[in-house]
C-alpha cells in the first residue's frame, strides 16, 4: 500500500513538472520581448562609439526591436566575415555593405529584397531626399536592396601656406593645378600628392571627359580616347615629378600636413584626419576637385546597410525602421559631426544645425558642394575582380612606368570576360 503510495506521488510530481516545462517552453515560445536584430559593421574609436550612441537611442525609444551590434574592425575583415558566414549560414541580420558589391551578393543569395518595406515606411518626401548620386546604387533591378548611411564625397586639399607664400590662387582646374606643380617644383615643393593609387581621381577625369568607365548599361569603356587621356594627364604629372604617389604611406596626408605638398585628393572623411595630425602652425582648406576637360565631379564612396538572408518578417520589418532612423535628419547631422562623412539626405545638410555647422567648420563646405556633380561607380557582379585589375593596371604605370594605352586596352579586355562571365 506504501509502495503504491509513494508510486503515486512520483507519478503526480513527473506530470507537475513535464507541466511546468512545457508550459515554459510555450511561454518562451510566444513571448512578447523586443525582436532581436543583429548588425555588423566596421566602424571603430570614435566611429563605433558615435553609433553605439544612436544605436542607444533607437533601442530605448521602443520596445520592439533590439539592436545588437558588432564591429568588425575593417571592410575586408568584414567582407570576409560575410562570405565565411553564408557558407555556415551564421549571417547577421543587418550589415554595412558598400553599394558595388550588392549585385554579386544578391547574386550570391545572400541579401533580402526590402523594396516593400522600403516603399511601405518612407514617404515619397523622404526618399527624395537621398542625394542622386547616391541614390543611383540603391536599388539592383529596380529594386530596393540597401539604405544609405556614411558616405564621403571626393575633395582637393590644399596648403593655404604654401599658397599665400607664392601668391596663387586656389586651382580649379586640372591645368591650373598642373602650373602650379610647375611654379614650385624648382624649390622642392611637390605639387599633388594622391594615394598610393590615383584609381579615383582616373576615373573622376574620365568621367569628366564625358566617359563612364562602366556605364548603367554594363559596357566597359575603359581605354576610349577620352580615358586614355585622363590617366595621361595624372601620369604626365608623375613622370615630370611634379606629383607622387603616396607609396608605403598609403594616404596622401601623410606627406601633406609634414608641409612637403601642395595639394592632395581625399574622401571628405579625410577632414578630421587632417584637423587631428597637422601641426597647430599649419594652415589649410579644401575645394572641389578641379575640372577636367570643363567639367568638374567626384565619384561618391558609399556605404549603407542592407538586409541579409535568413532574417524574419519581424527581422525586416524592424532592420528598415532602424535604417529610417539612421537615415534621418536628425542623426545624419549628428554621424556628419561624429565622422566627417556628409549627410546622405539634402534635409539634412540644408538643416539650421548642419548649416551652423559648416559655419564654424568651413572645409566641409566643399564636401557638400561636391554633392552638386557627384557620381557613383556602377556596381556589377565581378566588381571587385575589376578593380583589382584596375589597381593593378594604375600601380603598372606607376611602378614599371607603363603606358596609359597599354594598361587600358589590356584592362578593357579583362573588364569585358568579367562583364560576359557575370550577365
Given at each position: ?6 508510486l ?14 512545457s ?11 523586443p525582436v ?9 574609436g ?35 566575415k ?20 550588392i ?6 543569395g ?17 526618399l ?5 548620386g ?13 539604405i ?6 571626393r ?29 614650385l ?5 611637390t ?21 563612364r568607365?562602366?556605364?548603367p ?20 604629372m ?10 608605403l ?11 612637403k605638398?601642395?595639394?592632395g ?21 579644401t575645394?572641389?576637385?578641379?575640372s ?9 564612396g ?54 551652423a ?6 572645409n ?23 578593380r583589382?585589375n584596375?589597381?593593378?593596371?594604375v600601380?603598372?604605370t ?26
Amino acid at each position: 500500500m506504501k509502495r503504491r503510495w509513494l508510486l503515486g506521488v512520483t507519478t503526480a510530481l513527473m506530470v507537475l513538472l513535464l507541466t511546468a516545462c512545457s508550459s515554459g517552453s510555450s511561454a518562451q515560445k510566444t513571448s512578447k520581448g523586443p525582436v532581436t536584430i543583429t548588425f555588423w559593421h566596421r566602424m571603430t574609436g570614435n566611429y563605433n562609439k558615435a553609433l553605439e550612441g544612436y544605436i542607444k537611442t533607437f533601442n530605448s525609444s521602443q520596445k520592439q526591436y533590439k539592436i545588437v551590434a558588432t564591429s568588425q574592425g575593417s571592410y575586408d575583415n568584414l567582407q570576409k566575415k560575410y562570405l565565411a558566414s553564408a557558407k555556415s549560414k551564421t549571417l547577421p541580420t543587418i550589415g554595412q555593405v558598400t553599394d558595388t558589391i550588392i549585385p554579386e551578393y544578391v547574386h550570391d543569395g545572400m541579401l533580402v529584397n526590402i523594396d516593400k518595406q522600403v516603399k511601405a515606411q518612407f514617404s515619397a518626401a523622404e526618399l527624395k531626399s537621398i542625394y542622386p548620386g547616391i541614390a543611383t546604387n540603391l536599388k539592383y533591378h529596380g529594386d530596393y536592396y540597401q539604405i544609405p548611411f556614411a558616405t564621403g564625397t571626393r575633395l582637393m586639399f590644399y596648403n593655404k601656406d604654401i599658397l599665400d607664400k607664392y601668391h596663387l590662387t586656389v586651382p580649379k582646374t586640372w591645368e591650373e593645378l598642373t602650373k602650379i606643380g610647375q611654379q614650385l617644383k624648382g624649390d622642392g615643393i611637390t605639387g599633388v600628392a594622391f594615394n598610393r593609387s590615383y584609381d579615383f581621381e582616373f576615373e573622376t577625369l574620365a568621367y569628366d571627359a564625358g566617359n563612364r568607365l562602366i556605364t548603367p548599361q554594363y559596357k566597359a569603356k575603359i581605354d576610349t580616347p577620352a580615358s586614355i587621356k585622363a590617366m595621361t594627364a595624372i601620369t604626365s604629372m608623375l613622370r615630370d615629378k611634379t606629383a607622387v604617389t603616396a607609396g608605403l604611406d598609403n594616404y596622401f596626408n601623410v606627406p601633406f600636413v609634414q608641409g612637403k605638398i601642395f595639394a592632395g585628393f581625399g574622401s571628405s572623411a579625410t577632414i578630421q584626419q587632417i584637423a587631428s595630425t597637422a601641426p597647430k602652425s599649419m594652415h589649410w582648406g579644401t575645394a572641389v576637385m578641379p575640372s577636367f576637360d570643363g567639367k568638374s565631379s567626384s565619384v561618391l564612396g558609399n556605404n549603407g546597410i542592407s538586409v541579409f538572408k535568413g532574417a524574419s518578417a519581424d527581422q525586416i520589418k524592424g532592420a528598415v525602421k532602424f535604417m529610417k532612423f539612421l537615415m534621418s535628419a536628425k542623426i545624419q547631422t549628428q554621424w556628419a559631426k561624429a565622422s566627417g562623412y556628409v549627410p546622405v539626405v539634402s534635409t539634412a545638410t540644408k538643416s539650421s544645425d548642419y548649416q551652423a555647422y559648416l559655419k564654424a567648420n568651413p572645409n566641409y563646405q566643399a564636401a557638400v558642394d561636391a554633392y552638386d556633380n557627384a557620381f557613383s561607380s556602377t556596381p556589377f557582379i565581378g566588381y571587385n575582380t575589376y578593380r583589382n585589375n584596375l589597381l593593378d593596371a594604375v600601380d603598372q604605370t606607376v611602378s614599371e612606368k607603363a603606358e596609359p594605352k597599354t594598361v587600358l586596352s589590356k584592362l578593357q579586355k579583362q573588364t569585358e570576360t568579367i562583364l560576359k562571365d557575370n550577365r
